[in-house]
């Protein structure tokens, strides 16, 4: 994969729509994610996978808390797959692991409260 490309992948586990993530999510990727994050359907939310995400910047921040925000607005959740250690520390470092809720697999994101 090349620098500056993106996959997202779509599909379901129980009443989470998934997206899965894979390459960089930067200023010339982040309107695939804002586009696959307007056409999830959703029942209980939005889980997106950062696992296979190499690098982030501002613009794909700035995309994932609109996301939230649509989201929220519809009464659901938008869960969080995050699980490199540089991608946690940018995260942290703009304070928006008190805003998103983070988990380390798809499996703990889309589990029933326990």
């Known amino acids: 994969m090349v620098r500056g490309e993106l996959r997202i992948g779509s599909g379901t586990v129980g009443p989470w729509t998934v997206l ?60 969080i797959v995050v699980t490199s250690a540089t991608i946690l520390r940018i995260i942290a470092i703009t304070g928006l692991d008190d805003l998103f809720t983070l988990f380390q697999s798809v499996q703990h994101a889309t589990a029933p409260p326990s």
């Open 20 to 79: 899965t993530c894979e390459g960089d999510l930067d200023v010339t990727t982040s309107s695939e994610l804002r586009t696959a994050i307007q056409h999830a359907s959703v029942e209980a939310g939005v889980v997106i996978d950062l696992d296979g995400v190499a690098f982030i910047d501002s613009t794909a921040l700035g995309v994932l808390i609109a996301g939230q925000k649509r989201i929220q607005r519809g009464g659901r959740e938008l869960r």
